[in-house]
């Protein structure tokens, strides 16, 4: 059974940083991907980011970019998502999922089979 844990969640002020750690377990293959989405209330679920373990591909959406930095530690497969430059619009709650993949990643939720219970990251002075 494949789990997703999310950590690192917190209250934050604006133009501070943030590390999410997203621990992951149950795989039978290395063929698979790890992204991060995020919720904010009365929005629909945005893909910020993902990684493909096997090949390490990434993806970040356009609202990220050279702020948000998605690694990933194969050994205790684990993959964070590394936060900058926070804005208040960054806040929501955060998850990771995860999709089987042969290549690349994707920031389409539809196309995610395993979720976590998500953490919550609040910019706000």
């Known amino acids: 059974q494949v789990q997703l844990v999310e950590s690192g969640g917190t209250l934050v002020q604006p133009g501070g940083s943030l590390r999410l750690s997203c621990a992951a377990s149950?795989?039978?293959?290395?063929?698979?991907?790890i992204g991060w989405f995020r919720q904010a209330p009365g929005k629909e679920r945005e893909g910020v980011s993902c990684v493909s373990k096997r090949y390490g591909h990434t993806n970040y959406a356009d609202s990220v970019k050279g702020r948000f930095t998605i690694s990933r530690n194969n050994a205790n497969n684990t993959v964070f998502l590394q936060m900058t430059s926070l804005k208040p619009e960054d806040t929501a709650v955060y998850y990771c999922?995860?999709?089987?993949?042969?290549?690349?990643?994707?920031?389409?939720?539809?196309?995610?089979?395993?979720w976590g219970q998500g953490t919550q990251v609040t910019v706000s002075s």
């Open positions: 999922a995860t999709h089987y993949t042969g290549g690349g990643c994707s920031l389409r939720s539809l196309q995610y089979d395993f």
């Open positions: 149950g795989f039978t293959t290395d063929y698979y991907a």
